[in-house]
């Protein structure tokens, strides 16, 4: 079965500082994955995706997202945090067997600070 | 706005009631999912349709059940209310061969 693993709870970084969420996925076969992010009060947006091609994704804010399957990873990015990306991080995979359902991980919390 | 309405967007009901989430999806979006999302257990896969049938099923209580009608739109409904089914209820559209979904705001259920 496909999943994802958030291993960090909780992220912090000062403001400037470049900033990584991790994720590490299991799937059998090519994965899809995802990245979205969840501000309080409001539904989760898309930030980016993996789906074939380069290993280094660009995203929405400035984030991007490296794709290492060697290590299972999909790790977001950002060079330089902002104080506004402080929000609630969710990796996704695609499941395969599923009708284009995802399959989440358990959120990462980031925290900018000034 | 996403493009995907959710109502209500706040909700308190007692225990023992039952209450119904409605979703309007983006326009063209054949596909609609719902989630859960409480503090302790993350963002959990409830169900989801296609074009008005069932296509995949999660964790979804027997006391919870959901359809979609033909102009797409697709209500959760929740029955029997426990003080554990108090979350984030979200409905998530996609579009015949997207990969990614658009979300609503969400419904805030609480059970007192």
């Known amino acids: 079965a496909q999943s994802v693993a958030q291993p960090e709870d909780q992220v912090n970084v000062a403001e400037g500082n470049p900033l990584t969420v991790k994720c590490t996925y299991s799937?059998?076969?090519?994965?899809?994955l995802f990245w979205y992010v969840q501000y309080p009060n409001r539904g989760l947006q898309f930030l980016l995706k993996?789906?074939?091609?380069?290993?280094l994704v660009k995203g929405s804010y400035g984030f991007e997202a490296e794709f290492n399957k060697s290590q299972t990873s999909f790790h977001l990015k950002k060079p330089s945090a902002l104080v506004s990306d402080s929000a609630l991080y969710f990796c996704?995979?695609?499941?395969?067997?599923?009708?284009?359902?995802?399959?989440f991980g358990a959120g990462t919390r980031l925290a900018v600070h000034p | 706005d996403s493009g995907v309405t959710q109502t209500p967007k706040h909700l308190i009901t007692a225990t023992g009631q039952r209450v119904t989430l409605r979703c309007s999806p983006r326009?063209?979006?054949?596909?609609v999912y719902w989630y859960q999302q409480s503090l302790d257990q993350g963002l959990q896969f409830l169900i989801q349709?296609?074009?008005?049938?069932?296509?995949a099923k999660g964790n979804i209580l027997e006391r919870f059940s959901a359809q979609q009608f033909p102009d797409l739109h697709s209500e959760l409904n929740l029955s029997s209310l426990e003080l554990g089914d108090s979350a984030l209820y979200f409905c998530?559209?996609?579009?015949?061969?997207?990969?990614?979904?658009?979300f609503g705001s969400g419904t805030r259920l609480t059970v007192v």
């Open positions: 349709y296609y074009n008005g049938e069932e296509r």
């Open positions: 996704a995979v695609r499941d395969l067997g599923g009708y284009n359902k995802l399959i």
């Open positions: 326009s063209g979006d054949l596909s």
């Open positions: 799937v059998s076969g090519n994965p899809y």
């Open positions: 993996y789906i074939t091609g380069d290993n």
């Open positions: 998530a559209s996609s579009e015949v061969g997207d990969d990614g979904y658009t």
